[in-house]
């Protein structure tokens, strides 16, 4: 517990900025921190210290509220922590069990349910999207009906790349079918799918609703069916959109334009950006994923292919190490598995430019004082 209330330290601050009040509430809070439980397992109290004392750190360098990061393997977590604010004005203190949007690491776990459909022969990587022999229909042709699963698990569809031009970040009172009908007509690929690589957070889009149209269910049950409940995961969801909507345990989201994460349909990004969870809990789902899919699988998903540094759902090289990172307003992720099986994730409630580079940095160093 707390010796005193953070009131107390934060009498007359009229003359500050709110970003400013917020700035010397972290400062007062780190100070504190070493009154405040943190679950951990298979760490010395001196190694701790030590991560302890670099995240604070990081926290304070680099402007941010909160910090949450677990490292294991096997399905087992070895380390978790969490430091800073969940909430500040509400001086809430960051725990383990505290859920934050994870952003774009929601594509491996969409891939890995769409690899799993392969393996039981629902799908095929060469299987048509659109058009008459698509799995979703429509009356497309050309290089629309060209397209493939594998295309868009390998960000090689053609088009709807992540740029000014997002589809995802557009006319967001229309639903999924609305949106996919929409974009289609009104945005034309610029390459003939397979040729070029170009992230698309709206090809992972579609792949959520050729899972549906597959396993017959919605995109949150089918994931937490099929992927999430075989990892002992029960505590991700899909996020909602607006703070008034802000779910139990979850974190709120700073940004340097106030309200700029509450304004977008994160709902609807579901497939590819739309999840909350725990950083245990992505250490539980990454760790676990070679017991989730054969070893052909694991293969396909971590080679890369048009792009060197992207396969199937992964940021991968040559060590191999694979990845993903998550970035929205107010969210910076980072999911990692090691060559040697060594697993992590880091997940921060603020964005900055360089921020994901830099947590990368971070959870690599403070992993080296975790036992492996």
């Not at 001196?46 to 302890?52: D, Q, T």
């Not at 992720?333 to 921020?355: D, Y």
Request: charged share 20%; with cysteine.
């Amino acid at each position: 517990m707390r010796n005193r209330s953070m009131r107390d330290v934060f009498i007359d601050v009229s003359w500050a900025s709110r970003c400013d009040v917020v700035r010397m509430k972290r400062r007062a809070f780190v100070s504190s921190l070493a009154a405040w439980p943190i679950a951990a397992a298979a760490v010395p109290t001196s190694e701790e210290a030590k991560i302890r004392a670099i995240a604070e750190a990081f926290l304070r360098e680099h402007g941010i509220q909160g910090m949450s990061i677990a490292y294991g393997r096997d399905g087992k977590i070895n380390f978790e922590a969490g430091y800073g604010f969940a909430d500040a004005d509400a001086e809430e203190a960051v725990t383990p069990q505290h859920r934050f949007r994870i952003a774009s690491i929601s594509k491996p776990i969409t891939a890995t349910s769409v690899m799993m459909c392969i393996e039981k022969g629902l799908l095929q990587p060469d299987s048509k999207v659109f058009g008459p022999q698509g799995i979703l229909g429509g009356d497309y042709s050309g290089d629309v009906a060209a397209v493939t699963v594998d295309h868009l698990l390998t960000h090689t569809s053609g088009g709807w790349a992540n740029d000014k031009d997002d589809p995802m970040f557009k006319n967001p009172r229309m639903d999924h079918a609305e949106l996919i009908a929409w974009t289609l007509a009104n945005q034309k690929q610029t390459h003939k799918p397979g040729e070029h690589f170009a992230y698309s957070n709206f090809g992972y889009c579609v792949l959520g609703r050729v899972l549906e149209k597959v396993l017959k269910l919605p995109y949150d049950k089918l994931i937490t069916q099929e992927v999430l409940s075989k990892c002992g995961i029960t505590s991700m969801h899909i996020a909602n959109n607006t703070l008034a909507e802000r779910q139990s345990q979850e974190v709120m989201y700073i940004t340097a334009k106030e309200g700029a994460a509450y304004n977008m349909n994160v709902t609807r990004m579901d497939s590819h950006g739309g999840w909350i969870a725990t950083a245990s809990d992505l250490v539980r789902f990454v760790s676990q994923l070679p017991t989730l899919l054969k070893e052909d699988s694991i293969r396909a998903m971590t080679t890369h292919g048009v792009s060197e540094g992207y396969a199937r759902g992964w940021n991968v090289n040559k060590v191999p190490n694979w990845w993903h990172t998550g970035s929205l307003p107010g969210t910076t992720t980072i999911m990692v598995h090691t060559a040697k099986g060594f697993c992590w994730a880091g997940l921060l409630n603020g964005r900055s430019e360089g921020l994901g580079l830099a947590l990368d940095k971070l959870m690599w160093q403070m992993g080296g004082l975790v036992k492996a």
